[in-house]
């Protein structure tokens, strides 16, 4: 809370983002903890017997709020390495918790996938449920 002309004007704290991998979590601002680790095994706990994990009390004595970022299909290490910014550690957290615009998502997907002998046009569908118009989407290299 703040002071402005005599009110108090309430400030809107940005949540912090919290990251699970198939291999274990990241806390943004905080290093990546394997499952096996004391210290996401306290984080997990805290969290599931509803308390604000221990590991964060002394950068906020007050609490924050959090944002789940959930990527457990991924392991921490592919994914990362998978990140066209791997050479700058700045960058390593923006790609973990920033959200992807429309077309960068789109091209993540697969333009198109073959099940039961059909061909079925992934993008152009999910386009169109985003609301995104023009799919301008990297080509797919067949080899």
């Known amino acids: 809370m703040r002071h402005k002309n005599g009110a108090h004007i309430f400030k809107k704290k ?7 991998y198939k291999d274990g979590l990241i806390i943004q601002g905080y ?9 996401a095994l306290q984080i997990i706990e805290d969290i599931l ?19 789940l970022v959930v990527k457990v299909e991924e392991d921490f290490a592919t994914s990362i390495m998978n990140s066209n910014k791997v050479n700058d550690v ?8 920033k959200p992807l615009s429309k ?11 073959i099940k039961n002998g059909k061909i ?3 993008r152009e569908g999910i386009a169109q449920k985003i609301g995104h118009s023009s799919i ?5 290299v067949i080899i």
């Open 103 to 113: 077309e960068a998502f789109l091209n993540e997907l697969p333009r198109e996938v």
């Open 120 to 122: 079925i046009p992934v």
């Open 49 to 67: 017997d509803g308390y604000f994990p221990a590991i964060l009390k002394h950068k906020y004595p007050e609490g924050t709020l959090f944002k």
């Open 14 to 20: 940005e949540p912090i983002h919290i990251a699970f």
């Open 136 to 140: 301008k989407t990297t080509p797919d």
């Open 31 to 39: 290093p990546f903890y394997k499952y096996s680790s004391r210290e």
């Open 90 to 97: 700045n960058n390593i957290e923006d790609r973990i918790f």
